[in-house]
């Protein structure tokens, strides 16, 4: 059973949400809060599977800055975050504060149980326009260092590993744990990885980790 809490400030859209994820045979919402403090403390003490968090809260801590805390407080937790915009600034915002996934608020109920199932298996989850953005990101990357086309025969077997979990959400310290490495040695593969593929932020590394299938994304998910 995938235990979900709700994170929105409007209650007539946690109604709704909690309708339909209840009325599925493998989900149940465990808790809800309008907003990102009152999000993060039941996120601590329900330590759901999944956390629904919604972008823009006007009253309380905002989507973002409550992801970016609730993973320093709870790395494990797999954060889905809605949002409105359709806009690179926040997708690549969702990114970098730690969320496993980014949905439109727009998207289809399917699409929205899809995303939930995929962060709950500890996989990420990406709405196609926005990895319409992310290939756009790595395009641009690679046409203004000159291109990477072979920069990726460059990369260890390690180095690749590296990528793959820096791609999927992973902070230095869960890949250490998973690659049994100290976290020293993970901070020096991400030095290699960026070096030889000429990419200082978190989104150009997921972009050109999707580019490669290192992440098995089709239009609906990446896959772990």
């Known amino acids: 059973m995938i235990k979900i809490l709700l994170v929105d400030d409007h209650s007539v859209v946690r109604m709704g949400l909690r309708m339909l994820l209840n009325n599925q045979e493998d989900m149940n919402v465990v808790g809800e809060a309008s907003e990102g403090n009152e999000g993060i403390q039941k996120a601590l003490e329900l330590k759901p599977n999944v956390v629904i968090m919604d972008l823009s809260m006007p009253h309380g801590k905002d989507g973002m800055s409550a992801t970016s805390e609730l993973k320093r407080l709870l790395p494990e937790a797999n954060i889905l975050i809605l949002t409105m915009h359709d806009d690179e600034e926040y997708l690549f915002q969702a990114i970098e504060s730690g969320a496993s996934g980014c949905l439109l608020k727009s998207a289809p109920h ?53 990528l793959t979990l820096i791609a999927k959400g992973f902070s230095n310290k869960e890949i250490a744990e998973k690659l049994v490495i100290s976290v020293k040695t993970v901070e020096t593969h991400k030095g290699n990885l960026t070096e030889k593929l000429q990419m200082k932020t978190k989104p150009e590394l997921v972009a050109y980790a999707l580019k490669k299938g290192l992440l098995g994304y089709g239009n609906r998910g990446i896959d772990g």
Do not use: C, I, W
Not at 133 to 151: H, I
């Open 110 to 162: 399917d699409e929205l149980l899809s995303a939930v199932r995929s962060v709950a298996a500890g996989n990420a989850y990406l709405h196609p326009s926005a990895t319409r953005r992310l290939m756009e990101e790595y395009v641009g990357s690679v046409k203004q260092n000159g291109g990477t086309g072979s920069s990726f025969s460059l990369l260890s077997d390690r180095e690749r590993e590296v």
